[in-house]
């Protein structure tokens, strides 16, 4: 007997699209959270880059639930890109004609941007592990997080890849909030406005949240 790992039918799809996308947006409100200790000073940013690999002790060892969150993020972003890819190859296929004259709909745009929006997206995240995880891109303690960001941050071609991929993310929340809630079935035409409202707010608030950061640095308020 044949046991089916991944999803086979469209809406088993767009249902692990919705639920991998929740992963990450819980993941980007408290990333960017914690970002923002920053502007309480070098020591207690820190500090809190430090609590990041304390918690969970004694239970956990040191590191060991970074860890844990870090391989559920990276599978969720991995079953994410998956279905995406799996439902625009479905989508491809089930094409059988072609019309003579091509229209375009709104829709037909959220849903070309939400893929080139999400490759741009995997790029900065891979370029922003480089940053500041691995240490490739600029000068590098990984004794003094705050001065790594603040290192970071001052080349201002950085900054604006940063502000660039930023926008980028918020279109895709925007889109990607609202279908998500559509795709688990909570969303209605009587609470479809508090969830476009939701969108909208989760769509400027964690892009500006997190750019708060590096222009703050280029401007010169965290030094």
């Given at each position: 007997m044949q046991v089916a790992v991944l999803p086979t039918s469209s809406i088993a799809k767009k249902a692990l699209m919705a639920v991998t996308g929740a992963i990450w947006i819980g993941y980007l409100i408290l990333h960017m959270w914690g970002n923002l200790h920053i502007f309480k000073g070098a020591s207690e940013f820190n500090?809190?880059?430090e609590f990041l690999r304390e918690v969970g002790e004694p239970v956990f060892s040191y590191a060991q639930v970074l860890w844990l969150i870090r391989i559920v993020i990276v599978a969720a972003l991995a079953?994410?890109?998956w279905a995406a890819v799996a439902l625009?190859?479905?989508a491809r296929q089930a094409r059988t004609t072609h019309y003579a004259v091509?229209?375009?709909v709104q829709a037909n745009y959220a849903a070309r941007f939400m893929r080139i929006g999400g490759v741009v997206i995997f790029l900065f995240v891979i370029f922003h592990l480089a940053h500041y995880t691995w240490g490739w891109?600029?000068?590098?303690?990984?004794a003094d997080p705050y001065r790594n960001v603040v290192v970071g941050f001052s080349s201002p071609p950085i900054v604006l890849f940063y502000l660039l991929a930023l926008a980028s993310l918020g279109?895709?929340?925007?889109h990607g909030v609202w279908s998500m809630f559509q795709t688990l079935g909570v969303n209605s035409q009587r609470y479809d406005g508090f969830f476009?409202?939701?969108?909208?707010v989760v769509a400027l608030g964690v892009p500006a949240g997190f750019a708060t950061v590096p222009?703050?640095?280029l401007l010169g308020i965290l030094n």
């Open positions: 500090h809190y880059a079953g994410h890109i625009y190859n479905q091509k229209r375009v891109v600029t000068p590098f303690d990984r279109l895709h929340l925007f476009r409202g939701m969108a909208v222009l703050a640095v």
